[in-house]
């Protein structure tokens, strides 16, 4: 049960760690993504934005169901 708690643990803070550089690249970043993506993309400034913002808030939600939220729950079953 060690090991599953272990596993569950490294993933949730290497999700969670992808997540951050995500929204730090895209945040400090910007106007360099941007212009990386409008060459392959036709894209609106504001579409660039709605897309990566609900990008991130589909993978914060995939990693709280897949690793936060099983972590936790062996971790108080233990």
């Known amino acids: 049960m060690n090991l599953l708690l272990d596993v569950l643990?490294?993933?949730?803070?290497?999700?969670?760690g992808l997540l951050?550089?995500?929204?730090?690249?895209?945040?400090?970043?910007?106007d360099f993504v941007?212009?990386?993506h409008s060459r392959w993309f036709k894209l609106s400034v504001?579409?660039?934005d709605s897309i990566h913002y609900a990008g991130m808030a589909y993978f914060k939600l995939l990693v709280f169901v897949f690793f936060v939220v099983p972590?936790?729950?062996?971790?108080?079953?233990?």
């Open 20 to 30: 951050l550089w995500w929204f730090l690249i895209v945040v400090l970043a910007h």
């Open 71 to 78: 972590y936790i729950a062996f971790k108080i079953s233990l």
């Open 46 to 48: 504001e579409k660039f």
């Open 9 to 16: 643990f490294w993933c949730m803070i290497i999700n969670l």
């Open 34 to 36: 941007y212009q990386m």
